[in-house]
């Protein structure tokens, strides 16, 4: 009775092993397509709090020197474009390559 289940047993160890690498693989893929993703989102958070960073910088110290309108260049870990305007709503805009902020005060 040994010899006539040995030989099935032998080539079901092999499809056991081939649907656990398939399983294996899959997971694997599957981990790394959103760890690049996740990365992508990172990375792009990191863009927009840096803008607004130096946006938060740069109104700060326009704030002492009491400026009304103005728009100038400035690089800072990237080109940025900031714009200010006085009237008719205050309103300071960031603008990079990829992206646009405003941050616009009602009176």
């Not at 693989?25 to 989102?41: D, G, I, N, R």
């Not at 709090?49 to 690089?75: A, F, N, P």
Request: with cysteine.
């Amino acid at each position: 009775m040994k010899k006539r289940l040995q030989p099935f047993t032998s080539g079901f160890i092999l499809l056991e092993c081939i649907i656990a690498l398939a399983i294996l693989t899959t997971t694997v893929f599957l981990f790394q397509t959103s760890q690049v993703h996740a990365l992508k989102e990172t990375k792009k958070s990191q863009e927009e709090l840096q803008m607004l960073r130096v946006l938060y910088e740069e109104t700060r110290e326009r704030r002492q020197y009491q400026m009304k309108t103005g728009s100038y260049q400035i690089t800072r870990d990237g080109n940025f474009s900031i714009t200010y305007q006085a009237s008719p709503m205050a309103q300071a805009k960031i603008s990079s390559q990829q992206q646009d902020w405003a941050v616009i005060r009602e009176k």
